[in-house]
C-alpha cells in the first residue's frame, strides 16, 4: 500500500532523515518507534505533505505522491492525526467532524461514517455540540482520531495518541485504533510508550538518527535485547 | 509553507536583518549630502536636494520603529503634522521664536505618542499601528474643522526660519537635524537599550523571562521617533510657509512608509537613499498628482511582491558578493 | 427637533450603517481567515458602484442585474489581487506580515484609486434612482431605494453568516481561519480557500457600491472614507468580534449621521474618533474584543 524508498527530509537547511525506507501492506498495523528527536514526526509529516522532501520516493497504491500537496494526499486517502491534533477549536464537535468529510460528496456515506465513529467513541456523540477547544484532552484526541476517519482513509497515521492521556484513556485510544485495524483501515503509529502498542501492532520499524536500524515483526521487537534495553527500560 | 499563523506572528528577527554596511560607506553618504549642494548652483536642484533629504529623514525616523522594534506607524503623518501645526500656532499667534516653536512641536509630537503607546503598547503591535492610523484622522479632521484655529483648509502661514530667501540655510539646518536624528538612533541602538531591542526582535517572551519589559522599549522607540517626526515636521512648516490638513493624511504616511520599504527595513540609511532616488523624478510628476500616486502604489506593489528587502538588501547582496564587507550580517527574508 | 428630522437622520443612519456594517465584515473576513490588514476595501466599493452604475445607464440593466454585476466584477476583481500580487508576497516573505499585507493593499488601492481618476475624472456618476418612490408611513417617509440598499445589507449580512455555518465551504473557510494545518490535512485547498474568502469579502463592498448607487454616487475617491469607518467599527467592536461589527457599523452609522445634524461637516469623523479613543481608553481591545483568530466563532 505504502511504500518509501530513499526518502531524505526536514526542515530548511536541517536534514532530518536520512535515506528511510518503509513499506507497509494492505490491512497492516504497523508502529514506529525511536526516542526523541529521531525523526517519527517527521516522516510522518513527510508522508502526509505537510513537508516536502529533498528526495526519495513516496508512492501509495502505486502513485507517487512524493512533494504533493498536504490536501491532495489527504483526498487520496491518508488521514495525519498529528501530535497536537489541529483541532478547530472554535467549531462544535460536530463541524469538526463535517470538515473532515470535506472531500466526501455523498451525504448518506458521510452520515454512515458518523454514525460509526459515534459508536466507536461515544463520549463525542454527547458532546457533539460542544466547541472543540471546550473539551477534555481525552476526548479532543477521540476527536481528532474521529475527524480522521470522516473520509474514511485507506491509510491513517497516527502521532503518539497517547501523550497526555491516563493509563485507562490510553488503553481506550489503543483498543479503538486496533478495532480500526480490524475493521481494514491500515495504521501507521508512532509511539514511545510500547508496552501496549507492541501488543497490537504486527509489525515495527525502529528510527534512530533519522535511519531506520531495525525493521522486524513486533513479537521479534519484544524479544529485542535493544528494545528492552532502550525503549522498555528493562 | 508558511502558515498565517506563523505569518502573522509578531515575532521578527528584525535587529537580526539589520543590514549594515559598517561606518565608511555612511559617513561618505553623509559627507556627500553635506557638500553635495555647495558645488550645485542648480537653485531647482537644491530644491530637490531639500526635498529630498525631508522625506528621506522621515523614512529613516520610520524604519527606527518599523526596522527595530517592528512596529509600523500608520500614523506617522498626524506626528509629522502635530509638529508642524504647533510650531505654526505657536509662532503666529503669540509671536514664540520658531527655534523653541520647533522644539515645542517635537515635545507635542512625543506627547501624542506616549499617549497613542500607553492605550496600545500592551496590545499587539497591530494595535498601535492602526490606533496611531486613527490618531491621524481625528487630527486630521480636527484641524480641518477648527477653522477659526488652524484656518482649516484655507491654509495657516508661517513666518520663515530665516530671512534670506536662499534655500541653503534651509538645507543646511535640515541636514543637522539629520544627521542629529542618525546620530540619536544610532546610539540608542548600541546602547542597553538597544540590547533589549534586539532581545525583543528576537523572542519577546525569552526578553520578558530575562527581566527586560518590553513595553518599556518599545515605547521609549515609539515615543522617540514620533519626536522626532514632530521636529522634522517643525522644520516643514517654516521651510514651505503653509500648513494645510492633507499634511496628515493617509497619503503622506504612505508615502514614507513606501520610502521606507523601497529603501530596505532596518538599515536607516537605505530609505534616506531611496528617497534621493525617488523623490526627484516625483517632483516632476507634483503637477499629475495621480500619475504620481499612481507610480507609488505601483512602486510599493512592486517591492513587496518582487523584493520586500528593498534596496538596502540588494546593495547589500551585492556587497557581499563583492566581499566589501567581511563580518556584517545579513539574514534577508529572501532566504527563508 | 420635529419627528421628521429625527426620522430623517435615523434614516441616514441607518443607511450609512448597513454600509459600514458590510465594510467591516469585509475586512474581518480578510484578517480572520488570511490574517490581511487590508486597505483595499474602499476601492473594491468603488469599484462596485461603477460597474452598477455603467450597467444600469449604459447597457440599462434593471437595477438587480446592475448589482449582481457589480457583485461578480468585484468577487472576480478580489480573486484575481489574491492569485496574484497577495499570493505572490505569501510565498516569499515571512516576516513583518502585517507591515507587509497593509503596506501592498494600501499601493493597491492607491493605485485602484488614481487609475479611476485619471480614467473617470473627477465627475461624480450618479443616478436619480433605481425604483421611484417613497414608502410613507404616516408623516414620515423613506425613499424605496434606501429602503433596498438597507434590506440588501441586511440580507448579504445575514446571507453570509448562514453561508458560513451551513456549507460545506463556509465551514471550511472557518477552519482555514482556525488551523491551517488542520483543513490542510482534511483535504482542504487553502490557497483556494484564500482567493474564494479574499473575492467573497470584495464582493460585499461591490454590493454595497452598487445598492447604494442612488444615495452616493460614483467618485475615484469615494471609498477613502468608508475605508476609514470599517476599521473604526472593527477596532470599535474588537477585532475578533464579527456581530459586535455589524452592530458597531450601525453604531457609528447613526452616530455619524446626528454628529453631521448638529454639529454639520467634518463633525462626524472627529466624534468618531474620539468615541474610539473613548472605548479604547477604557477596554483597550474593543467593547467585545477577544482575539484575531477564528473570527467567525463569536
Ligand atoms: N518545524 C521544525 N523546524 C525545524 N526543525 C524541526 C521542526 N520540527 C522538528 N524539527 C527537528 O527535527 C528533528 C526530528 O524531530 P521529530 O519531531 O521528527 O522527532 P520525533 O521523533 O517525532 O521526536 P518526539 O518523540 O520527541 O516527538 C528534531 O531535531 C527537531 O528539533
Ligand atoms: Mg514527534
Redesign the pocket.
Known sequence: MLEIKGLQS???Y?Q?LWDVSLELNDGEFIVLL????????????TISGV?RPISGEINFLGQSIGGKPGHEISRLGISFIT?DLNLFPKMTVYDNLLVGAYSVRDKKKIKETLAYILNLFPRLEERLNQLAGTLSGGERKMLAIGRGLMPNPKLLLV??PSLGLSPLMTRATFDALRKLNQDGTTILL?E?HLGKALEITNRGYI?EQ?KVVMEAPTATLLESERVKEVYLGR | MATAEERSKEKSLASDRIINLGYLPVGLFFVFLGVAPLLIKDEYLRHLFVVGLLFGAQAMVSDFTVGFINLSNFGFAAFFGLGAYTTGLLVTNFGVSPFIGVIAGMLMAGLLGLFTGALTMRLRGLYVAIMAWFMALALQSLTLVLVDVTRGAWGLFVPPLFESTDILPYYYTLFVITLVIYIVIKLVINSRVGLAFKAIGMDVDFARASGVNPTRYKMIAFILSCAFAGWLGGFYAHFIGILTPDLMGTQHTVEVLALNVIGGRGSLWGPLLAAFLVIPPFEYLKSLMEVRLIIYGLLLVLVMVIYPAGMAGVIWKVGELLKLHKGATYFGMEDR | MELVDVWNVLAVGLVRGGLYAQMALMLALVLGVMSIISMINGELYMIGAYVSYFAFTLFGLNPILSIACAAVATFLVGALIERGPLSMMRRRAGEDWYLNTFLLTVGLSFFLKNAAMLLWKPTYRGIRWYWEGTVSIGSIGISIDRLVALGIAALTIVALQLFLRNTRLGRAIRAVSQDERGAMLNGININTIYTISFGLACMLGGIAGGSMLSILPASPYMGTTPNNYAWLVVMLAGLGNISGAVVGGFIIGIVESVAFQFFGEGWPNVISFIILIIVLVIKPSGIFGTSVKGVWEQ
Open positions: 526536514g526542515y530548511g536541517l532530518v525511536g526516542s526523541n528527536g529521531a525523526g517519527k514526526t517527521t516522516t510522518l509529516r513537508i501530535e502521532d503518539e508512532v514511545q528510527l533519522g
